[in-house]
C-alpha cells in the first residue's frame, strides 16, 4: 500500500507540473498571436501594439500610471481602449499623451523630445551663430505652403488646426524633424506638439519684446534675440 500511495502521489504530481507547463504554452502562444486576457471582462481579446522612441533614451515609460520600461525604444502589447502615457526623466519636463489602442494594429509614436526644465543660457558672441539668428527663417527653411501658417490666435499645419489660443502668438516655426511647432506668446518662447498637445515653456525672456529664433541643427540649442541681446540656451 505505501508504495502504491507513493505512486498515485507521483502520477498525481506529474500531472500537475504537465497541465502547468501545457497552459504557460498556451498563454505564450495566445500572446506570441496577439491575445490577452481582459480580467474585467473575462475574456480574451485580441491586443494592440504601442511603439515609442524618444531622447533622451533613459527615460521612464509609464502606461496609465504603471511604469513599464526605462529605455528607449519601447513598444507593448494593449488591450484595445484608451491610456494615459508619459515620460519621464529627471530634470526634463515630462511629456505626455492619451492614446486609443486599436486591435491588431500598430500606433507608432517617434522622435518624442525631453525637453530641460531649466535651460542653461549663454551669452552669443560667434558672428555666424549671430547671423544664423539674424537670417529670416523662410530663408533657412521654406514651408511649402500650407505645411505651417499662424495668425494671432491659431496655428496650422498641413491645412490642419493644430491649437487655438486666447493670447496672442508670433514668430511661429518648425522645431528639427518637424514633430513639434515653436512659438513666442508674451515673454515666454514655447513649444507644442504638432497634434495640439504638451503646450510648455522653453524660457522665459525679459519682456514681451518680439523676438528672433531658430534652432540648431539637432534640436539642441535654442538660439535667439532679445530685448538683451543674443543668447542661446540648451534645451535637450
Avoid: C
Avoid at 29 to 37: D, S
Avoid at 47 to 56: A, D, E, K, Q
Avoid at 154 to 169: C, M, Y
Avoid at 196 to 206: A, E, R, T
Amino acid at each position: 500500500m505505501p508504495r502504491e500511495k507513493r505512486l498515485r502521489e507521483i502520477i498525481i504530481g506529474q500531472s500537475i507540473v504537465t497541465l502547468i507547463v501545457v497552459g504557460i504554452s498556451l498563454a505564450l502562444i495566445f500572446y506570441g498571436f496577439g491575445y490577452k486576457i481582459d480580467w474585467k471582462n473575462f475574456s480574451i481579446q485580441h491586443t494592440g501594439i504601442l511603439y515609442l522612441s524618444f531622447l533622451p533614451k533613459e527615460a521612464d515609460v509609464f502606461v496609465s500610471g504603471e511604469m513599464k520600461s526605462e529605455s528607449s525604444p519601447f513598444d507593448i502589447n494593449l488591450l484595445p481602449g484608451y491610456y494615459d502615457i508619459e515620460i519621464r526623466h529627471n530634470n526634463y519636463q515630462p511629456w505626455r499623451s492619451r492614446v486609443n489602442i486599436t486591435a491588431d494594429k500598430v500606433l507608432s509614436i517617434k522622435n518624442v523630445t525631453l525637453f530641460l526644465e531649466k535651460p542653461e543660457v549663454a551669452v552669443v558672441s560667434e558672428k555666424s551663430e549671430i547671423d544664423a539668428i539674424n537670417t529670416p527663417f523662410d530663408i533657412l527653411i521654406k514651408n511649402p505652403q500650407g505645411d505651417l501658417t499662424s495668425n494671432n490666435y491659431e496655428i496650422w499645419a498641413d491645412n490642419k488646426l493644430v491649437t487655438r489660443f486666447s493670447s496672442p502668438i508670433t514668430n511661429v516655426i518648425w522645431y528639427p524633424g518637424r514633430e513639434y511647432i515653436a512659438y513666442q506668446q508674451g515673454s515666454e518662447i514655447r513649444i507644442i506638439n504638432k497634434d495640439g498637445s504638451n503646450d510648455i515653456k522653453l524660457i522665459d525672456l525679459p519682456d514681451n519684446m518680439d523676438s528672433k529664433f531658430i534652432f540648431s541643427w539637432d534640436g539642441s540649442y535654442l538660439l535667439y534675440k532679445d530685448s538683451e541681446g543674443y543668447k542661446k540656451a540648451k534645451i535637450t
